[in-house]
């Protein structure tokens, strides 16, 4: 059974830091990487995709990935309350997206 | 506008009755996925289909049937033999297996 883990949190971070969210897979075939964010009560929202090795920075985000360690992670610089979401780790399987159970991220003013 | 639509918001139906949630996407997507999320849970694999007329089973999908007669409607039917069908249910459409995924509002369905 190919897995993605996620710390479930929470994760709590005072407004104006950088909140760190890690996630790692067991498939060393998955060539695609994707983080959600979920509001409570809400669907799913792409927020960032990620390819190849390295960072990937869109406005307050970046998107890590370390293929050889299997480890994906997202950054959120100046973390707002608005942030405060539950936020899915994603990785493609073989005829399929592998989502983790997600990761709480409370951002307190 | 290019989305997702799914219908309706919030169902309510009896124990022993069939319900079908609706989901509907002009994204010209191939792929289309049905997921269930129980409070506090991740996404679990109902079903999904990568071409019209074909559909594969996720990783829960006993007690639920789906069809695709087109390609932008993937309706899902929850059946009298869900045993536990009270969840939220998300629809969501992919241009190719792998690739990045869309997602519909939610259905929220209460059986009581």
């Known amino acids: 059974q190919k897995e993605v883990e996620q710390n479930s949190g929470p994760l709590s971070v005072p407004e104006g830091a950088i909140a760190s969210l890690n996630c790692t897979y067991s498939?060393?075939?998955?060539?695609?990487f994707f983080w959600y964010r979920q509001y409570s009560g809400k669907s799913p929202e792409l927020i960032m995709s990620?390819?190849?090795?390295g960072d990937k920075e869109d406005g307050r985000f970046t998107a890590q990935l370390n293929k050889a360690s299997q480890y994906v992670s997202l950054l959120i610089r100046d973390s707002q309350p608005s942030d405060s979401a539950t936020y899915l780790c994603?990785?493609?399987?073989?005829?399929?997206?592998?989502f983790g159970t997600g990761t709480r991220l409370q951002v307190f003013p | 506008d290019g989305g997702i639509t799914q219908s309706p918001k919030y169902l309510f139906r009896k124990e022993g009755q069939n319900v079908t949630l609706s989901c509907e996407q002009n994204?010209?997507?191939?792929?289309m996925y049905w997921y269930r999320q129980d409070p506090g849970q991740g996404l679990r694999l109902i079903y999904y289909?990568?071409?019209?007329?074909?559909?594969q089973k996720g990783d829960i999908a006993e007690g639920y049937s789906v069809s695709r007669e087109k390609k932008e409607s993937f309706p899902l039917t929850v059946t009298s033999a869900q045993k536990n069908p009270t969840a939220f249910y998300l629809c969501?459409?992919?241009?190719?297996?792998?690739?990045?995924?869309?997602f519909g509002p939610g259905t929220r369905l209460t059986v009581t």
């Open positions: 994603a990785v493609s399987g073989t005829d399929k997206l592998i």
């Open positions: 498939d060393r075939v998955s060539q695609s």
């Open positions: 969501a459409s992919n241009i190719a297996l792998g690739e990045e995924q869309y």
């Open positions: 289909s990568q071409i019209v007329n074909d559909f």
């Open positions: 994204l010209n997507h191939d792929a």
């Open positions: 990620i390819y190849s090795n």
